[in-house]
């Protein structure tokens, strides 16, 4: 669990001191959620590989419950220094922006997934709230309710399709999933005949919360502090499109003569094995694992050679997603590979066996 804890840890200290300080610490912290992820991702090709594991963690739940109880006063932190009377110039403000943003996408997001999956009660809201912070309430439901049993179909917003590039996802995704995970709620109730009562409905609460939180930062900063919110919540959220862009791209579930798609597999995630960035997220890049198995705890999380592999790191992967033209071209080749049968699959595997023993197959590694 160290590694967890300094990764996640880390930069909610540097950010504090970017708050107080300003300067240098400003910048660190960027840079401490960006290009040393990058250097040590590089450092260390691999994580290392959890087998064997059971699914309790009283540690890992630990830290999940203290990021996701921190989230909340580091959000009005943020719109203070960003939207406040924090006394930063514009630069700083800029930089604190884009620090926190990366900090709520990068880590807040994998924690307040990791604690929608959650057994108990009040881990879960304690997930659904953070995510309400963000402005992005709906994807508690929407990713329960929807992505979790439709992934890798048209009938999940959260799932590109082959050659679909990121901003036009996006709009589809945000909007998308809004309303499969408000339809997907309503029927929920209505089978299990709940009251009719608006404010007992999730999307209710969501839309209260939001309200509450913009009033919130009106109060900390004033149209200054609504905008410095709005600007870190929208930051957040592209973090969080991206995710979802990049670990389901163009893996599609085939449908059956009933009409019905196959099980979800390990083969319908994009999986990152890298060491830091690994840890940062909560293992949230090992996904085929978590979508096979939704109730293992984020250190249990395995890795297995059936997975498809990323070529980079999530997070260098989401800067040429930004990019859809790069982006094709970089994902060509394992979508290829990965978009074929089970048979042609085993039938390829089994040929780079034969051509590793003619030092053929490093060579193509390289």
């Known amino acids: 669990m160290l590694f967890f804890d300094i990764a996640t840890l880390l930069p909610v200290v540097l950010l504090i001191a970017g708050v107080t300080f300003g300067g240098v610490w400003v910048w660190a912290a960027v840079l401490c959620i960006s290009v ?66 990366l900090f709520f996408g990068q880590v807040g997001h994998p924690n307040a997934h990791e604690l929608i999956h959650k057994p108990a009660r009040w881990q879960q809201m304690l997930g659904r709230a953070i995510y309400v912070v963000m402005l992005y309430g709906h994807h508690a439901s929407s990713h329960l309710r929807v992505h979790h049993i439709h992934v890798g179909t048209d009938r999940d917003p959260a799932s590109a399709p082959a050659g679909m590039g990121f901003w036009r996802y996006a709009a589809r995704a945000w909007g998308g999933s809004f309303m499969a995970g408000l339809r997907a709620e309503t029927a929920l109730r209505a089978r299990a005949r709940m009251a009719p009562a608006v404010w007992t409905h999730p999307y209710a609460r969501y ?74 997220m909560l293992n949230a890049p090992r996904h085929s694992h978590h979508h096979t198995h939704p109730g293992v705890a984020f250190p249990a999380l395995d890795l297995t050679e059936e997975m498809p592999t990323l070529p980079r790191s999530l997070p260098v992967m989401a800067v040429a997603a930004l990019i859809p033209p790069l982006w094709r071209r970089v994902m060509a080749r394992p979508l290829a590979r990965w978009g074929q049968d089970k048979t042609d699959r085993r039938r390829d595997a089994d040929a780079d066996e034969i051509l590793a023993h003619d030092g053929q197959a490093g060579m193509d590694r390289l």
């Open 36 to 101: 040393l992820t990058w250097a040590l991702d590089r450092l260390v090709r691999r994580a290392a590989v959890v087998r064997g594991a059971g699914s309790e963690f009283p540690t890992g739940t630990g830290l999940a419950v203290g990021l996701g109880v921190a989230h909340l006063p580091l959000m009005a932190l943020a719109v203070w220094a960003v939207g406040g009377a924090s006394g930063h110039d514009l630069t700083h403000r800029l930089g604190l922006l884009v620090g926190f943003g």
């Open 207 to 280: 839309l209260a919360g939001a309200a509450v939180c913009l009033a919130l930062a009106a109060w900390i900063g004033g149209a200054s502090g609504v905008l410095a919110y709005a600007g870190i919540a929208a930051y957040a959220q592209l973090q969080i499109l991206l995710s979802d862009y990049l670990q389901h791209y163009g893996l599609r579930r085939r449908i059956g003569a009933d009409g019905r798609p196959e099980p979800v597999g390990a083969r319908h995630s994009w999986n990152g094995p890298q060491f830091w960035s690994s840890a940062m």
